[in-house]
């Protein structure tokens, strides 16, 4: 692979967390703060519904639900069961969760795109890391997403449209104790290829394919359940939490900025 030269475009190493002065937005793009349909994706059969401490979901009070907590300098996301008392605010969904997503503060087309982090384990938990356009579905950049019960693995994946059908593509790859251990995961988006990478490592690259051609954000989520993955089991721990050390990008310009 040719050299680059690379200019650091965003960095949180997470010294502290605040979904509502920070970068982040806790929530989807596709609805309000307070709408749950964009605190969950119906599409694919998920149990958890995302919150933080100002989220009220049908009542008309916050219900103090958060999923954010920062350890000595790592963001926590964490997954647990919903308390029985809250199911009926909450859409009758089993679990609440966390998402951020850069939408709000960082939106970039091509460069290298990173997340140093640890897996939980558990059937039914669906952590990862991704980039999406604004206000559109597809493309995607999937560049990661781990089925927890096989924590020694990871998934990467594009999404696009093409001849009005979705489409996707991707593999699975080995990734030894994701979940005993922090690693890198990272994505390099040029022009013409997207290549995916593991501890700054190249495993796997995808041609870039149609639409892929506009800025993207950057998303981190721990979901529960779904289509994909399968709910959670007896032998899931909860609370369970996926842990980031940090979040950052480059881009194609100046001298190379490294976390």
Known sequence: MREITLQRSFLDDFASFDPFEGP????FDHGAYDDWRARTLVPNGEAQIYVDPGYAGAGDQPLGLNAFEVRN????????RTPGSLLPLLENRAFVS??????????????????????????????????HRVGQWPPEIDVFEVLAADPESVYVTTHWRQDGEDRHTGCRLPADEAHKKFRLYGVLWTKTDIVFFLDREAVAAIEVKPEMDGPMYMMANLAVGGDWGGPPDQTTPFPSAFEIDWIASWQFEGPPAIP
């Open 24 to 27: 982040w937005t806790p929530h």
């Open 73 to 80: 300098g790592v963001l926590r996301i964490t997954a647990d």
């Open 98 to 131: 966390g998402l951020i997503t850069s939408r709000q503060s960082h939106l970039q087309q091509h460069g290298y795109f990173e997340i140093r982090a640890r897996m939980p384990e558990g059937r039914g938990l669906w952590p990862a890391f991704w980039l």
